[in-house]
């Protein structure tokens, strides 16, 4: 006869969130890491910032050894139920629009830049003729 495993909501899991009451969700697995908590090689602290929410990526990325994982199987005690989880908003991602053409780009600030120190040099060549012909 198969046993049934045990259904935990996330918010269950996210009462037990004390040194001497911590529960970790990993992978959709809830596990009782009360026991384990002095023995962690990151410390307490890091499993209590674990409580509360989908810790797999937590777990992931702290790279756990084989042994580990293996040591998970100690302290699971059931799974999440996965329609207790909050749904993360979708993210929309938005097209940036494309540069112009380098080339183009440099004649433009060329343009832009050299049209006033321009106009006053000419400016100031027109004034300086007609102030020389009147002497």
């Known amino acids: 006869m198969p046993t049934l495993t ?4 996330m918010e269950e899991a996210a009462t037990h969130n004390k040194q001497d009451d ?3 969700v990993i992978d959709g697995k809830v596990y009782d890491v009360t026991s384990y908590m002095d023995d962690h090689p990151g410390g307490d602290d890091v499993l209590l910032a674990a409580t509360g929410k989908d810790a797999t990526d937590d777990f992931e990325d702290a790279g756990h050894s084989k042994s580990a994982r293996k040591l998970l199987d100690k302290y699971f005690i059931g799974e ?4 207790t989880v909050p749904e993360m908003p979708e993210l929309k991602i938005y097209k940036k629009e494309q540069p112009k053409d380098f ?3 440099c004649i ?3 343009k832009q ?8 040099i000419t400016v100031s060549i ?8 009147k002497k």
């Open 108 to 110: 433009d600030l060329t």
């Open 6 to 9: 045990k259904l935990y909501s």
């Open 22 to 24: 911590c529960w970790v």
């Open 80 to 83: 999440l139920d996965e329609t």
């Open 126 to 133: 027109a004034v300086s003729v007609l102030f020389s012909r």
């Open 103 to 105: 080339a183009q780009s």
């Open 113 to 120: 830049y050299w049209v006033v120190p321009v106009s006053i």
